[in-house]
């Protein structure tokens, strides 16, 4: 079971509930911060963390001495990492998706592989709970791959849970794609709904089943569980506003922890997942 705990928004509590979910499982799970550009998770599970390794992904380096400039390699590449100027072709990194269909379409056979450093991976576990985060460089603005890097780690355990980037772009359909549940966490305001129904828009085109927990559930308005009603979302989970949740929260203390009974109401919305999940394979 992978499953995805996204928002349309940062701030609304994907965090906490992707950590508390992780925690109160107790079982064969991973949780993977996928975060990458604010990871935080670790935060609150404070792993151990025994392992550090590079991420790095493919650019080209163009040996001007056999390139003839014909220009196959910057007609083909979408995103105009590659142009001519003068008697050479730049490569400019920062724009490059790493497709390597320059080097394949290079008559001269000009363009060799050399590659840049998007973040690093690091790994760890606290106690049974295996943990991994990707980390992106400072100055780096490509996060799809470095996020698929991570989930490299997701068929190791029967569970896997996700900690997805904040949004509706790339970054968060890959980190969505693919998987068994998607989690929406969202709070019950209009701005919350308003990124709630972008983050739903891009769940349909996926075709995962989704459902919804809604945060600081009694404030607000009822505008989230009216739209949840419409689009049939089931609410798995509401979680009040409590001032003592937020006080925890603020001192990277889970919920969990503060309140060990939240653990059974986290462990009955895992079964929720596993129920919805379930149904909508079969239908
Ligand atoms: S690898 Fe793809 S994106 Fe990068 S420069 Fe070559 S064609 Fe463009
Ligand atoms: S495709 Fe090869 S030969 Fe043609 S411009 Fe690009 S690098 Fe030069």
């Known amino acids: 079971m992978i499953i995805s705990i996204a928002s349309g928004k940062g701030g609304t509590g994907k965090t906490t509930v992707a950590t508390n979910l992780a925690l109160s499982l107790n079982g064969d799970v991973n949780l993977l911060d996928c975060d990458v550009e604010e990871p935080n998770a670790h935060l609150f599970i404070k792993p ?45 990194p920062e724009m490059c998706h790493s497709c390597e269909g320059c080097i394949e379409v290079c008559p001269e056979g000009a363009i060799s592989a050399s590659t840049r450093e998007l973040g690093v991976l690091e790994s760890g576990h606290s106690g049974n709970l295996g943990f991994y985060l990707g980390r992106m460089r400072v100055g780096e603005a490509m996060s799809p791959p470095l996020i698929k890097k991570v989930r490299t780690k997701e068929r190791e355990r029967d569970i896997t849970i996700i900690d997805a980037p904040p949004g509706t772009s790339c970054p968060v359909i890959a980190a969505m794609k693919g998987t068994d549940f998607v989690l929406m966490v969202t709070e019950p305001t209009p701005f919350g709904l308003h990124d709630l129904k972008l983050a739903v828009e891009a769940v349909k085109v996926l075709g995962i089943p989704s459902g919804l927990v809604i945060n600081r559930a009694d404030m607000g308005n009822s505008g989230v569980k009216d739209y949840a009603a419409e689009e049939n979302i089931p609410v798995l989970m509401e979680i009040p506003f409590d001032r003592k949740i937020a006080e925890a929260y603020s001192r990277g203390i889970p919920i969990v922890e503060a309140f060990p ?4 109401k986290f462990r009955a919305l895992y079964a929720k997942i596993e129920k919805y999940s379930s149904v909508e394979k079969e239908s």
Request: net charge negative.
């Open 261 to 264: 009974d939240y653990a059974d």
């Open 48 to 92: 151990t963390m025994d392992k550090v390794e590079p991420v790095t992904t493919f650019i080209p380096v163009i040996d001007s001495e056999k390139c003839n400039l014909c220009r196959k390699c910057t007609d083909i590449c979408r995103f105009s990492a590659l142009a001519v100027a003068g008697k050479t072709v730049l490569v400019f």
